[in-house]
């Protein structure tokens, strides 16, 4: 069962080759990297959107456009209040009326393309990224949404032929992480344009190999083989632009990332081995010994070995590319090992018994064949052999060893989720705060909603660590074989900030306490009293802090999450603050909210007023307390 445990802990570095440009960024402090268009599109420096008003309703002037099936529902935007903008360069802002609505195109012509973009839009809007100008990546407001169609945000749009052959239905994403409206939500999409033949016979669909919205994948490996509606042109050819429809509604854009991904073909031929039985340290320690046994393969495998637990293994062969181009190479092994290709040592990592390596490096090769080495050895009875050696050709991952050498997830486990089901599910562990090992939180408590809305509870530090909607947790990590204690959010979690919010202050100035072990134990500092729960089987956590009673609520409301504060004892003490948030920065929205992190959620708060701080280098959004309060947090 140890052996098991390993491997599943991420023992394996899987090791590829990229033969890709590098990631450029499109330049958004004018529109010169863009076609002309009617004057909809514009370069501003900040956008702002009020949550509250929806752009079918806000404005006296709003009237349908009517262009068609899919432009239905589509409005004038001249006088919307919803949107405000500054002046300034960045971000990239559409406001389509009647007479200006124009799709905005590249000049950038693409094939295979991996691509990172950042998108806002206001409640109710609608628009869209065609990958090659032919293949829809819908954009659209869908928060709240509990089963998201291809109409939704991140879902594969369908066309609107009515031949059969020609018929295309869209692919719907496999959930929603979409977030509310006017906050920044970030796309990563990596596309494989199609294949054509000498004669220009297309002979393979275009494909997204993947689509993450706002870190959750959404799509894996899509299929699509017809262009979706409202293309560029209804054809399919090698090369398109990216064009982002302007007809709908409006939408910003920022951080527009691309990487022109060019296919390229890499094989290894020849290939022999050499293998050593014994218990070996280094390499030094038998590559110069006779070897037990040598001989040709066909494939690059490690599957000539006779023993599994203390082996050395040399393996040999050419390696061919077709492009001149900087390769990025990786090793996918157990124990230890060497690579070397051209002459050139890339990886050298010696332990017999050797597990979570980082080992990577490129080197330039020019079109041709080169001599490669693997050096591969172990001293580890719960680790099996492995030896894996990939390339990353265009957007695929591609295998130059034999399948059981390196063979997919060998040793599959059932993964552990834990659902609320109809009532609350309060579960205890770890949590890894924004997924870093180092800053794992040891006394948290995960609280999973029928709602779908859930949330973990620092108990040390009496503190709202993050909240998610969709799944519950994966509790694999914690549970199976020997088990880490820790479980995982599933779905797209906001981390809020780490350490306690709570705290008297000698200056509003002065910074929040941080948790150390010496704070645990001092006297008359913040301590966890547990919690009850309610009628619902909602907790309310308990705590004291300097001769305080402290009563935390934390609910679900209207796919937002409430948190009511309650202070006891407090008989008139000045000093006392509350931290609501923190982030990079921190602004006021019209409806009276506040934008956290660069508008990554909002924080709502009546009967105070909050004081936005400077404080270790990020904002802070922190009230006095006199007693009782309550505030949401939308995402």
């Known amino acids: 069962m140890l052996k098991r445990y390993f491997l599943e802990a991420g023992l394996i570095l899987v090791i590829g080759v990229s033969a890709q440009a590098q990631t450029q960024t499109l330049p958004l402090t004018d529109l010169s990297a863009f076609r002309p268009q009617a004057g909809n599109w514009q370069i501003v420096g900040d956008v702002v959107i009020n949550p509250d008003l929806d752009i079918h309703e806000a404005g006296k002037d709003v009237q349908p456009v009517k262009q068609g099936k899919k432009s239905k529902g589509a409005v004038s935007v001249t ?25 905005l195109v590249t000049n950038l012509e693409h094939g295979d393309l991996e691509l990172e973009l950042e998108v806002m839009l206001p409640r109710g809007s609608n628009s ?6 032919r293949y829809e990546v819908q954009l659209l407001d869908s928060w709240g949404v509990q089963t998201p169609k291809y109409s939704d945000i991140g879902g594969i749009y369908r066309n609107w032929e009515t031949e059969r052959e020609k018929i295309y239905m869209g692919k719907a994403p496999l959930s929603n992480p979409a977030k509310a409206p006017g906050l920044w939500q970030k796309f990563k999409i990596s596309f494989r344009a199609p294949r054509f033949d000498a004669s220009g016979k297309k002979i393979e669909n275009a494909r997204f190999v993947y689509i993450d919205l706002n870190g959750v994948r959404i ?21 398109g632009p ?30 022999k081995y050499q293998t050593w039985y014994g218990d070996y340290k280094l390499i030094s320690d038998f590559v110069a010994l006779p070897p037990a046994a040598s001989g ?24 061919t590319v077709s492009d001149d181009a900087v390769y990025q190479f990786f090793l996918a092994y157990t124990g230890g090992a060497r690579l070397t290709i051209n002459n050139q040592q890339l990886v050298n990592a010696q332990s017999a018994d050797g597990w979570w390596p980082t080992n990577q490096a490129n080197i330039t090769l020019k079109a041709g064949s080169y001599p490669f080495e693997i050096i591969n050895y172990k001293n580890a009875s719960w680790m099996p052999p492995r030896l894996g050696f990939y390339v990353q050709a265009g957007a695929d991952l591609k295998a130059l060893h034999a399948f059981n050498s390196y063979p997919p997830n060998d040793q599959p486990v059932s993964p552990i989720l834990i659902s609320p089901g109809s009532s609350p599910k309060l579960l205890r562990a770890f949590l890894d705060f924004n997924g870093d090992y180092k800053q794992r939180l040891t006394h948290t408590i995960g609280v999973g909603d029928p709602s779908g809305v859930h949330y973990v509870y620092d108990l040390k530090a009496g503190n709202l660590a993050c909240v998610w909607r969709g799944e519950f947790v994966d509790a694999t990590p914690m549970w199976h074989d020997r088990g880490d204690g820790s479980f995982k959010p599933l779905g797209a979690t906001l981390f809020l900030f780490n350490n306690q919010p709570l705290a008297f202050l000698t200056a509003p100035t002065d910074a929040f306490p941080v948790i150390t072990r010496e704070a645990e134990v001092r006297q008359g500092e913040y301590r966890s009293k547990g919690y009850a729960v309610d009628e619902a089987g909602r907790p309310t956590f308990k705590a004291t802090y300097r001769g305080l009673e402290v009563e935390d609520k934390v609910y679900p409301k209207d796919n937002a999450i409430v948190h009511e504060v309650a202070i006891k004892n407090l008989n008139g003490q000045s000093g006392l603050y509350y931290k609501l948030a923190e982030g990079k920065v921190i602004t006021k929205n019209p409806n009276g909210s506040y934008a956290v992190d660069d508008k990554s959620y909002y924080i709502r708060i009546s009967g105070a007023t909050p004081q936005i701080r400077e404080s270790n280098g990020k904002q802070e959004l922190i009230i006095p307390v006199s007693g009782s309060f309550t505030y949401s947090i939308i995402w």
């Open 79 to 103: 006088n919307q209040k919803a949107v405000t903008f500054t002046s300034g360069t960045g971000i990239l802002l559409n406001l389509n009326d009647d007479s200006k609505k124009d799709h």
């Open 128 to 133: 869209g990224i065609y990958l090659q100008g």
């Open 219 to 239: 799509h894996d490996n899509v299929e699509v083989p017809l262009p979706t509606g409202g293309p560029i042109e209804n054809n399919e050819k090698p090369l």
């Open 242 to 271: 990216l064009m982002i429809q302007g007809d709908h509604g409006p939408v910003a854009i920022r951080n527009i990332r691309y990487t022109v991904v060019k296919p390229v073909s890499v094989t290894v031929q020849d290939v």
């Open 296 to 319: 040709k393969l066909t494939e690059l495998s490690c599957e000539v070995l006779d023993n599994e637990d203390a082996y050395g293994s040399r393996y040999t062969g050419t390696l």
